[in-house]
T-cell receptor, first 111, second 116 residues
Framework: QKEVEQNSGPLSVPEGAIASLNCTYS??????FFWYRQYSGKSPELIMF??SNGDKEDGRFTAQLNKASQYVSLLIRDSQPSDSATYLC???????????WGAGTKLIIKP | ETGVTQSPTHLIKTRGQQVTLRCSSQ?????VSWYQQALGQGPQFIFQ???????GRGNFPPRFSGLQFPNYSSELNVNALELDDSALYLC???????????????FGAGSRLTVL
């Protein structure tokens, strides 16, 4: 059973600081990794995806992938109260049609 | 460009009843996936439809079934509802089916089902 693990939080970060969210996965063969943001009562929305080891930056967001250690992280720089949400990590499994999801980390940005 | 739309947004059913949820995919997308999200959990994959055929299924019983229509819209049907079926049901569309490298999903707002 392939698994994706996230700390449920809540993770509380002061406004303007860096928020660091982590995710580990069990299938060493996983190739594609996704971070989604979900506001309370809303549907998930894609923040970014990463395929290769290393860092990928998009605005205030940086995804980091380490396949040897089987973890992927998301850094949010200059955190804003509007970043307060649940962040879901998802990993593509063997097939092209299925994503395996973590339970999400609740992030709270305190003004 | 229209996004993914789902209906109804909320509904209440009783145990044993049947429910149909509907989804219109984003313009240009030909693949629809359905997910179940219980409170405080990540989405669980139910199945995916591509070119009107189911091309992948998660660990859900046969009483969960679906359809995809020629315009790529889709339905999720659940028979013999159980209390544990209470959840947010998410439809997600994407372009490309089996051979698509990236599962870049666009989600609808969801249908919240409560089973009493």
């Amino acid at each position: 059973q392939k698994e994706v693990e996230q700390n449920s939080g809540p993770l509380s970060v002061p406004e303007g600081a860096i928020a660091s969210l982590n995710c580990t996965y069990s299938d060493r063969g996983s190739q594609s990794f996704f971070w989604y943001r979900q506001y309370s009562g809303k549907s998930p929305e894609l923040i970014m995806f990463i395929y290769s080891n290393g860092d990928k930056e998009d605005g205030r967001f940086t995804a980091q992938l380490n396949k040897a250690s089987q973890y992927v992280s998301l850094l949010i720089r200059d955190s804003q109260p509007s970043d307060s949400a649940t962040y879901l990590c998802a990993v593509k499994g063997d097939s092209n049609y299925q994503l395996i999801w973590g339970a999400g980390t609740k992030l709270i940005i305190k003004p | 460009e229209t996004g993914v739309t789902q209906s109804p947004t909320h509904l209440i059913k009783t145990r044993g009843q049947q429910v149909t949820l509907r989804c219109s995919s984003q313009s240009g997308h030909n693949t629809v996936s359905w997910y179940q999200q219980a409170l405080g959990q990540g989405p669980q994959f139910i199945f995916q439809y591509y070119r009107e055929e189911e091309n992948g299924r998660g660990n859900f019983p046969p009483r969960f079934s679906g359809l995809q229509f020629p315009n790529y819209s889709s339905e999720l049907n659940v028979n013999a509802l159980e209390l544990d079926d209470s959840a947010l049901y998410l439809c997600a569309s994407s372009f490309g089916g089996v051979y698509s490298r990236a599962n870049v999903l666009t989600f609808g707002a969801g249908s919240r089902l409560t089973v009493l």
